[in-house]
């Protein structure tokens, strides 16, 4: 069964740095885009950053680009996003996500709070 995990989130200041894991088994994982999304509290999911499966990567959001960084190591199964220069609001569960036909699949999320 597709399975997706989050993992790295915590409690930063300001300007602080993270990187998120997102691991993956269930599917042959070097054949799939890996997109990161957010969701802040009272808002809607948001595309933030993607990665296909050839490593091209981009960031969808004007308001990380320069600061996120996409990345993935297939022979581990498992994709990264590098946040540097935090801002409080980046604050929010961040999810990976993979699209295979008409199915969705989402890890659990894990949390990144910005704060002073």
């Known amino acids: 069964q597709v399975q997706l995990v989050e993992s790295g989130g915590g409690l930063v200041q300001p300007g602080g740095s993270l990187r998120l894991s997102c691991r993956a088994s269930?599917?042959?994982?070097?054949?799939?885009?890996i997109m990161w999304y957010r969701q802040a509290p009272g808002r809607e999911r948001e595309l933030v950053a993607f990665i296909t499966s050839a490593g091209a990567v981009a960031n969808y959001l004007d308001s990380v680009k320069g600061r996120f960084t996409c990345s993935r190591d297939n022979a581990k199964n498992t994709a990264y996003l590098q946040m540097n220069t935090l801002k409080p609001e980046d604050t929010a569960v961040y999810y990976c996500n993979i699209r295979s036909g008409s199915y969705r699949y989402w890890g659990q999320g894990t949390q990144v709070i910005v704060s002073s």
């Open positions: 269930g599917f042959t994982f070097s054949s799939y885009a």
